[in-house]
């Protein structure tokens, strides 16, 4: 199989063969972004696939609010172009949790913890990351920690 960097080249290449543009344009993005991450630290190294999905995540993250901005500014093409391209990252990140889900992993992580107060949000907040996996954004993971923590 390979790693998730293997399958996103090689998804590139078949988009392109397809002439698909939009996939071809988002993967080559996305692994354009993996090479500067790669290269970001003192050597030039590897990603694991957690790591390749935090990359994907966060450029997910970028496609959603420029075409939240693009919407508001009524410039609705630029919009749904990024909504496109968010949706192409979407197919390789795990399945975002509903705000139930979410509501239960993170209350699942401050038990097992033992966090009770906002004093702990930090480590608290560490827990529930953990816990969700990537499976729902930061900000929405430390509004649940603070909402739950706060109670």
């Not at 093409?77 to 889900?101: F, I, N």
């Not at 239960?104 to 827990?127: E, I, T």
């Amino acid at each position: 199989m390979g790693t998730l960097k293997d399958v996103l080249t090689n998804d590139m290449r078949a988009a392109l063969k397809a002439r698909d543009e939009v996939t071809t344009s988002t993967l080559r993005m996305a692994l354009a972004a993996i090479g500067n991450a790669e290269v970001a630290g003192k050597e030039k190294r590897d990603l694991s696939d957690e790591e390749i999905l935090a990359v994907l995540t966060k450029e997910a993250k970028k496609r959603r609010e420029a075409a939240a901005a693009f919407a508001e500014a009524g410039r609705a093409e630029q919009a749904a172009k990024e909504s496109a391209e968010g949706e192409v990252l979407d197919r390789y990140l795990p399945k975002q949790l509903t705000d139930e889900e979410l509501a239960d992993v993170v209350a699942g992580a401050l038990s097992a913890g033992g966090f009770a107060s906002m004093s702990q949000m930090g480590p608290a907040m560490k827990a529930a990351q953990a816990a969700v996996s990537g499976r729902a954004e930061g900000g929405r993971v430390a509004a649940e920690v603070r909402r739950q923590l706060s109670a």
